[in-house]
């Protein structure tokens, strides 16, 4: 057996592991449970027979319904839309940012670049005709929040606790077990940590997996989106709110529901791997598992705390990149991300970019490891 | 052969080792000292968890360090305080050390097998060892050093635990094993290196004070290697005469 997958044993027969798991899973089925809407199962059912684009053609099929409330509902929510996309500028969102963040110089002329960026992005949508859809009509940003912040956002809360915590029990595990010494005076030795970090990132993102599959399962089971997973999630009922103002949901790339929700689903596994080279950085110098998560919960802290305090904005907009401020701003990824973020496709950058400064840590904290002395 | 060549350790202030030069070739080594007296710090630097503040540990004249795996690969080593696995058995053990040690499956059951037989735990090979005896899970930790067939076995208080009995069949096995070998056996019960050792190595203050035959030891003014130990160090450990 490979010394990896004996390290995978070790991970799951942590009877702590199992006990998280289930009790996030029966969290999660418990919450979305609550998430129900009749009138978004009719629109799901309906879109069947309507299709997602709204016109002429739409408004004759869902004529075709018989009378009834929620018939009547949609059919007076969906008829004679206008499309707030055309003519749609960004310029004035940009504006409200400097004004309430009060920015200057480089970010100030970053803030309005991306802006003027996006104003492309949202020609682009409208063009497309990604505003003239109907996703679920006015229960669209109920719904959007519902699939996209809560029954997302719970598996990757619960997703970056347990892979660096799975980490963190894995590289602490020798030490609990106090067999480091006999380990590291083996053949392999010290370089066990590379063995333990693929275990750690091969269980971290299972366990994610698992939680996102089962609560996503469950979620879709309750909820059919019927012919909705084909709308795009720039449609006109979509909207954000965030500390600048209310405005239309805009992504950088056309999405519909289905393409953004494995978008999404992606971005939240680089996430958590994040959290797992996090987690392997802070195992290689504490050895204590506890001691471990807890500086990793302080110093997601203080990255949380940190831009608001920050007298110069660039380091404050580098730091929103950073893992904590992504999984925060999971509902604006793939949009422009607000006034808390200065370059586009911030999810993306912020992946990317903690993944490798994050490996740039874990090879220095190895080589450290590697020298150090062990003394008890 | 392994040359300790000028080491000092130093922890901070602290001087736990000072100017060793010692040379091990095949036999039994016997380190004899007084707890704290730096036997364990010495280990540690053999086994690289710890590395020398000053000097050098060289094996065939090549650094220890820079060898890496291929030293650790001739080594074996049974830690004091032996940690272990609550909820594996005796061979889910020995396979998992056997893969950090590079060996192969089939092979690591084998040997396993083989050595579970002379440390006489073969009816509880699959049992967990939660339940076993300090003498047991000593016994699995004198397998696990084993498995790879070390060049150089290391052994840091290896008779902890064991019965008087256990301890005489123990020392036997380390007198046959150390033909073709170096074994290194820290201790502090005289007698568990007494019969086997071919030299006695004892420290004075953090420095080397002897490394030398048991008989050159005893000379012709003591019987055994108790009163030379006893007549060196007092109560507390401190050196109270040479021999």
């Known amino acids: 057996m490979s010394i990896v997958k004996h390290e995978l044993r070790k991970i799951l027969l942590f009877p702590a592991l199992i006990g998280f798991v289930v009790l996030a899973l029966v969290l999660n089925i418990a919450v979305v449970t609550t998430m129900r809407s009749s009138y978004a199962d009719f629109i799901a059912e309906a879109s069947l027979t309507t299709g997602v684009h709204l016109g002429a053609e739409f408004n004759e099929r869902a004529a075709q319904f018989e009378p009834g409330l929620y018939a009547d509902i949609f059919r007076a929510q969906t008829a004679d839309i206008a499309d707030v996309l055309y003519g749609y500028t960004t310029g004035y969102i940009a504006d409200m940012a400097v004004e309430q963040l009060g920015l200057g110089g480089l970010s100030e002329w970053l803030m309005r670049w991306k802006y003027e960026q996006f104003q492309h992005a949202a020609r682009s949508r409208q063009q497309a005709g990604d505003s003239m859809t109907l996703y679920f009509a006015e229960m669209t940003f109920m719904r959007h929040q519902a699939i996209f912040n809560y029954t997302m956002g719970l598996p990757v809360f619960q997703g970056i606790t347990l892979a660096a915590l799975i980490m963190l029990f894995s590289l602490g595990y020798e030490n609990a077990a106090k067999t480091e010494h006999m380990v590291y005076a083996t053949k392999t030795g010290r370089k066990i940590s590379k063995h333990k970090l693929l275990a750690g990132v091969i269980a971290g993102l299972s366990v994610y997996a698992l939680l996102a599959a089962v609560t996503l399962t469950v979620y879709f089971a309750l909820n059919p989106m019927g012919g909705t997973w084909g709308s795009s999630v720039s449609s006109g009922f979509n909207f954000v709110i965030d500390g600048i103002t209310a405005r239309p949901f805009i992504t950088w790339h056309s999405f519909n529901v289905a393409q953004y929700l494995i978008a999404s689903l992606v971005v939240s596994l680089g996430v958590v791997l994040c959290f797992t080279l996090m987690a392997y950085s802070v195992g290689l110098w504490v050895r204590n598992s506890y001691i471990g998560f807890l500086l990793i919960v302080v110093q997601n802290g203080v990255l949380f705390l940190l831009p608001f305090y920050l007298p110069i904005m660039i380091p404050g907009f580098t730091i929103t990149q950073s893992p904590i401020w992504l999984v925060l701003m999971r509902t604006m990824w793939f949009t422009d991300g607000g006034s808390n973020v200065i370059l586009p496709h911030f999810e993306t950058v912020g992946v990317v970019g903690s993944l490798a400064v994050l490996t740039a840590i874990g090879l220095f904290s190895a080589a450290r490891f590697k020298r150090r002395n062990l003394v008890s | ?243």
Not at chain 2, 100 to 114: E, F, H, S, W, Y
Not at chain 2, 136 to 147: E, N, Y
Not at chain 2, 188 to 201: G, K, Q, Y
Request: hydrophobic residues 40%.
């Open chain 2, 1 to 243: 052969m392994l040359i300790v060549d000028n080491v000092t350790k130093k922890f901070g202030n602290f001087t736990a080792l000072e100017d060793i030069s010692l040379e091990f070739q095949n036999g039994v080594y016997g380190l004899l000292a007084p707890n704290g007296a730096g036997k364990t710090t010495l280990i540690k630097m053999l086994t690289t968890l710890i590395f020398p503040t000053k000097g050098q540990i060289l094996y065939d004249g090549v650094e220890i360090t820079q060898l890496d795996e291929a030293y650790r690969d001739m080594l074996g080593y049974l830690p004091q305080d032996f940690g272990y696995y609550r909820n594996y058995s005796p061979m889910q053990f020995l396979s998992y050390i056997a893969a950090l040690k590079g060996i192969d499956g089939n092979t690591a059951k084998q040997k396993a097998l083989q050595l579970l037989e002379i440390v006489a735990l073969t009816d509880v090979k699959d049992k967990k060892m939660r339940k076993f005896s300090g003498g047991m899970i000593q016994r699995v930790g004198i397998a696990q050093a084993m498995l790879n067939d070390p060049k150089i076995l290391i052994l840091d208080e290896p008779t902890a635990g064991l019965d008087p009995k256990e301890r005489v069949r123990f020392r036997n096995l380390i007198a046959d094993l150390a033909e073709d070998r170096t074994v290194i056996f820290s201790t502090h019960i005289v007698s568990d290196i007494e019969s086997i050792a071919h030299r006695v190595i004892m420290f004075k203050d953090h420095k080397l004070l002897c490394c030398d035959s048991p008989d050159a030891l005893r000379g012709d003014r003591f019987n055994n290697l108790e009163e030379v130990f006893m007549h060196i160090y007092d109560e507390d450990g401190v050196i109270v005469e040479l021999p």
